[in-house]
């Protein structure tokens, strides 16, 4: 049946590195140069995730960045269970070189199979060299395709703009040498809460990705132990926009509560599926709490 037919979908990517190596700036770089356009009138604002459009071998391509604070978000999403990167992009100063965080980073990517890209940031900087970071990197198993491995490392200078482009080909080219991704754009959608807040006006406001079957105004859904229908969705230009597909992150308004980062979300056919999903969520919580609370007073009376 044609509604079932797999389509390719963009890579989701998260950027990891050592403090103060650039992650922020390489993720505001990218942005900068390459946020897909919104209409006039379209306002930036931070959503916690966006993509962007870049030409690989005379094709469009889309990619997806996670644009939470480093490899925080990367871990307590993955602590519930949800697999929300595709890969990884590991920033590494030039000037500063491999660093605790650096190796903690590749080795939670590592841990979670998802293969990465080596910015080697800072290339403007007296006393970069980006030759060390390669030698260093191959000692923990990133062995740059140059020295005959097949970790694609990039020099790129955040600051200056340096470079951007290339690292953006080299994670649509890790994306089509290491993964198959494919979605199935044509049915109720699932994904991924990434981050979320509760504004004065708006009520919750929930930034999701959606990982597959597409996502519209007006549809039911439950993500965590939030519940309701989406009243409307932006994108990351403040667009207002009708459906999300695979691989789109979007805000969505119209949640009774904040979901957590990492939370799963579907829609349903019916809001009360959605309600009574979040109900028996909320209860197995609660259920959960009671049982930690029991245990606990269990073994503090045979003390
Ligand atoms: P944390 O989020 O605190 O871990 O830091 P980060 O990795 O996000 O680093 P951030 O982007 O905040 O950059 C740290 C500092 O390095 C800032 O002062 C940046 O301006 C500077 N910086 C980042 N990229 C470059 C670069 O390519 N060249 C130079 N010269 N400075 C850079
Ligand atoms: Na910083
Ligand atoms: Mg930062």
Redesign the pocket.
């Known amino acids: 049946e044609d509604d079932d037919v797999l389509e390719f979908r963009p890579p989701v990517v998260t950027v990891m590195?050592?403090?103060?190596?650039?992650?922020?700036?390489?993720l505001?770089a990218i942005r900068n140069t390459n946020v897909i356009e919104g209409e006039a009138g379209g306002i930036t604002q931070h959503i916690g995730a966006y993509q962007i459009h870049t030409t690989v071998e005379g094709e469009d391509r889309k990619i997806t960045f996670i644009d939470t604070?480093?490899h925080e978000a990367f871990t307590a999403m993955r602590a519930r269970g949800a697999k929300v990167t595709d890969i990884a992009v590991l920033?590494v100063?030039a000037d500063d070189g491999v660093m605790p965080q650096t190796v903690e980073a590749l080795n939670h990517a590592q841990a979670a199979d998802v293969p990465i890209v080596v910015a080697v940031?800072?290339?403007?900087?007296e006393g970069a060299s980006p030759d060390k970071i390669r030698g260093q990197l191959t000692e923990y198993g990133l062995v740059p395709e140059e020295y005959g491995g097949d970790t694609m490392f990039i020099d790129?200078?955040?600051?200056?703009g340096?470079n951007i482009d290339e690292l953006l080909e080299a994670i649509c080219l890790t994306a089509d040498g290491a993964l198959e991704l494919k979605a199935n754009p044509n049915k109720e959608a699932r994904g991924v809460a990434i981050e979320a807040n509760l504004d004065k006006g708006r009520g919750a406001v929930s930034t999701v990705l959606v990982q597959s079957g597409t996502l519209h105004v007006g549809d039911a859904i439950v993500a965590g132990v939030a519940h309701g229908r989406v009243r409307a969705m932006f994108d990351e230009n403040g667009q207002a926009v009708e459906s999300a597909g695979p691989s789109r992150p979007v805000q969505v308004l119209g949640l009774s509560t904040v979901p957590r980062a990492g939370d799963t979300f579907l829609s349903t056919e019916e809001e009360r599926t959605a309600r009574q999903i979040a109900e028996k969520r909320e209860a197995a919580d609660r259920n959960a709490q009671l049982a930690k609370r029991r245990k606990r007073v269990t073994l503090e009376s045979f003390d």
């Open positions: 590195g050592h403090v103060d190596h650039g992650k922020t700036r390489l505001d604070p480093g920033v100063a940031n800072k290339i403007d900087k790129v200078s955040a600051r200056q340096l």
